[in-house]
């Protein structure tokens, strides 16, 4: 009751900052060979004399607010004559068409170096936008792999035999992450231990990252954050891409891409990827593999139409198939065939398949830009079959999504809104060794969204979202976010709200399954799922921004607090060295995050990238002795201190190319709490804390033309590893082995090189 409270004064508190300035919203046209008028997107509106601008969306609309004094709107496009409208009202809806330029003019040159990590001073929402620059910097093999040279999302692996890499956000581990794709479900269920390495690093064309509760429209879903990946469509222009890319620890893949407008109305964009592990590898000696042999395939196909009565949509098809071998070696199972007991090598099996169609349906009404709809809809099969040692875990995942929106304003554009309803349903087929949790999860929502933006400094939006699960009966997320610009260069956001998910703990916790321990269920919902409570968790953030110039360079710094506070948790107990103890929150839990983070040209192509993270994550957990009794611990492998810095230099050959790319990365992690080992022999015991490390990696990149680029990289420079990171190796049947306690890498420097081809076709 006190946040809601606290939710219903801060609304109040907004809807007295008025002021009276406002927003002009509109279109930008040209005519075609047909005469027809054509949105013209990413076209750049600003107005005459001051630093307020914008840029048209896809659709070639804008909307953008009035600074005090402002009256003539500049509008430019490369090849399009620009133009001066003076504006008479504020709230005026324009429409602005280009012409052409005459053929016969000298080329002009248009330079603006973009940046390849930014945070929108526009957006009420504390939104990073990592574009593909950004993720050239590194590998980049998957989603996971994608945040190595940025400080918002942490990566670990999660245990020493699958290779498995996840993410966190706000200290918290990532299912508590909602991961869409382009605004849809992306990364949820099943697919929470191995979705992120889904979704090719070379398919996406940017990433947005959200901390902290995002918008209802999306889902009740996100608690730490939100991360949107956008993949490569036909509205980024025809083009042909290939990428291929070998690493020391015997991973090589290939993706190819094709996207192609096929008439004035479709077009249509094929993805594939592949990768295979041919080779093992054990760095540490300890007769495991240090990743696991595998092979996926990945195939994506989408089209997507548009006509010029305002309607547009796609429809799409997903499928991907993977198979992973790991645990002991070859040599090791021929070199000790007749010592190995009659359980014989340990070993782990994963098999996955998945099959998605998916689609988007809009329209907007004619005459009224700013009112719209859309339908969103999903259909998918995911399918794992799996074995740890002598363990089995099969799940089928069928899940079902549909999302309606409808959009507009409120008298006038500072006041809109975005309404609609959803359907997510969830029908899980799980058996974990001779227990079966099988289920039907049904969740009907619907949500109203309103935004009020009354002039350039100020925004707020303020959503209600209600739902209905069959397990757990009705529940409310109501969220706000606010947005203040104290001047031109610095702009504060603060935001409130609560998200909910279901417990699907075996299959987010899958690493675990890597051990002995045995899972104990222990929660006392006898109606709930494992029989354990919805998780739900209050967020509560701040963030200021702030852009400046020094030494005619630009740069800006961020900061950002934030604490989620668990009202129900999931809580999943390794205290004791042979079980996993699974049972509702009993007591307290939560988060506290700040961080700081500066950016800058150091000097002409030189961009730092400095940031320090705190971190603070705490949970109850149950007493050894008395379960009544609760003890307040750190969540395990948590570091309390990180510091970043990234350093990205460019070399220019010509003036739309760069020639040679280096990028230089650094992290230092502090200590971090591990689970207790006191129940284990005294040889396999480990220390409580961690020692602290640094990573060091970096590529060079050489762009041969504008086709053709080459790149070599290393990670983990310094060659740091986990000692010792199975416990009890030598018998991995035995009571006390378990290969999930990992807090640092597990192999050592890794080298790779790889190449990229793209074959991009001019728009005429």
């Not at 090719?200 to 209802?216: L, Y």
């Not at 199972?333 to 169609?357: A, C, F, H, Q, V």
Request: proline share 3%; with cysteine.
């Amino acid at each position: 009751m006190k946040y809601i409270i606290l939710v219903l004064l801060l609304l109040q508190v907004g809807s007295h900052l008025l002021f009276s300035q406002t927003e002009v919203s509109g279109a930008v046209l040209y005519e075609n060979s047909k005469g027809r008028l054509e949105p013209i997107p990413f076209a750049n509106v600003y107005w005459q004399g001051t630093n307020y601008g914008t840029t048209t969306d896809t659709n070639g609309l804008f909307r953008i607010a009035v600074p005090e004094g402002a009256k003539y709107l500049i509008t430019s496009f490369i090849g399009y004559t620009s133009d001066t409208s003076k504006i008479a009202s504020n709230r005026e809806i324009v429409s602005i068409s280009l012409k052409k330029t005459s053929s016969n003019i000298g080329e002009v040159e248009i330079v603006y170096r973009r940046k390849a990590s930014e945070m929108s001073f526009i957006n009420p929402l504390a939104t990073i936008t990592m574009n593909e620059k950004e993720l050239f910097k590194a590998a980049c093999c998957n989603l996971s792999e994608s945040f190595e040279t940025n400080p918002a999302v942490d990566v670990n692996f999660t245990d020493a035999v699958t290779g498995t890499k996840q993410i966190r956000m706000l200290g918290l581990n990532g299912p508590y992450t909602m991961i869409s794709r382009e605004n849809m479900p992306g990364i949820r269920g099943l697919g929470n231990s191995f979705g992120l390495s889904f979704i090719p690093g070379v398919w996406i064309s940017s990433i947005q990252v959200t901390k902290g509760v995002g918008s209802v429209v999306n889902g009740y879903e996100s608690i730490a954050g939100q991360i949107n990946v956008e993949l490569v469509k036909p509205d980024q222009g025809e083009q042909t891409f290939a990428n291929a890319f070998l690493n020391l620890g015997g991973r090589s893949e290939v993706n190819f891409g094709h996207t192609e407008q096929i008439t004035e109305h479709v077009g249509t964009t094929l993805l594939l990827h592949g990768n295979t592990r041919l080779f093992e590898v054990d760095a540490n000696d300890d007769n495991f593999r240090d990743f696991p042999l595998q092979n996926q395939i990945n195939v994506l196909n989408r089209w997507k139409f548009k006509s010029d009565q305002g309607l547009m949509g796609q429809i799409g098809i997903h499928f991907l198939k993977e198979d992973k071998i790991g645990g002991h070696t070859e040599d090791h199972i021929s070199d000790n065939n007749n010592k190995l007991n009659w359980r014989g090598p340990y070993r782990i099996n994963i098999d996955t398949e998945s099959t998605e169609l998916f689609g988007k349906l809009g329209y907007v009404f004619s005459g009224y830009k700013y009112k719209s709809m859309g339908f969103l809809w999903s259909l998918k099969n995911h399918k794992q079959n799996s074995t740890f040692g002598e363990r089995d875990f099969d799940v089928t995942h069928r899940s079902g999504y549909a999302n309606f929106i409808y959009q507009s304003i409120i008298g006038n554009s500072n006041h809109q809104f975005k309404t609609g309803a959803s359907f997510v349903y969830d029908e899980y087929d799980e058996r974990f060794e001779d227990q079966r949790f099988d289920r039907v999860e049904r969740i009907p929502g619907a949500f109203f969204e309103y935004t009020f933006k009354p002039n350039a400094n100020f925004t707020m939006v303020a959503g209600l979202r209600g739902d209905y699960h069959n397990y757990y009966g009705a529940f409310a997320s109501p969220r706000l976010h606010l947005r203040y610009a104290l001047n031109e260069t610095t702009v504060l956001r603060a935001l409130a709200g609560s998200g909910q998910r279901s417990p699907t703990v075996l299959m987010e916790r899958q690493s675990l399954m890597a051990s002995s321990r045995a899972f104990n269920f222990s929660g006392d919902n006898v109606d709930g799922i494992y029989g354990l409570d919805m998780e739900k968790a209050w967020n509560f953030g701040f963030n200021v921004s702030k852009s400046f110039t020094l030494d005619y360079r630009e740069g800006s710094i961020h900061f950002d607090v934030y604490r989620t506070q668990f009202e129900n948790q999931v809580v999943v107990d390794m205290e004791n060295s042979y079980e996993v103890n699974i049972y509702n929150l009993d007591g307290e839990s939560f988060s506290n995050t700040a961080q700081l983070q500066i950016d800058y040209e150091l000097i002409k192509f030189l961009d730092i990238r400095l940031a320090y993270r705190w971190v603070q994550v705490q949970t109850d957990y149950r007493s050894r002795n008395d379960i009544t009794e609760t003890t307040l611990l750190q969540q395990p492998y948590t570091p309390e201190h990180r510091f970043f810095v990234n350093l990205g230099y460019e070399t220019k050959k010509t003036i739309k190319e760069a020639n040679w790319m280096f990028d230089f990365t650094t992290q230092w992690f502090s200590e971090q709490r591990i689970p207790s080992t006191q129940d284990n022999f005294v040889e396999d015991r480990r220390e409580e804390e961690s020692p602290n490390f640094m990573l060091l990696s970096g590529q060079i990149t050489r762009n041969l033309n504008k086709r053709w680029a080459v790149y070599a990289g290393v990670e983990n420079l310094l060659n740091f590893r986990q000692d010792e990171p199975i416990i009890d190796s030598e018998n991995p049947f035995s009571n006390e082995f378990d290969a999930s306690m990992v807090w640092g890498p597990i192999f050592g420097r890794n080298i790779y090189a790889g190449f990229r081809w793209k074959l991009k076709k001019e728009k005429m």
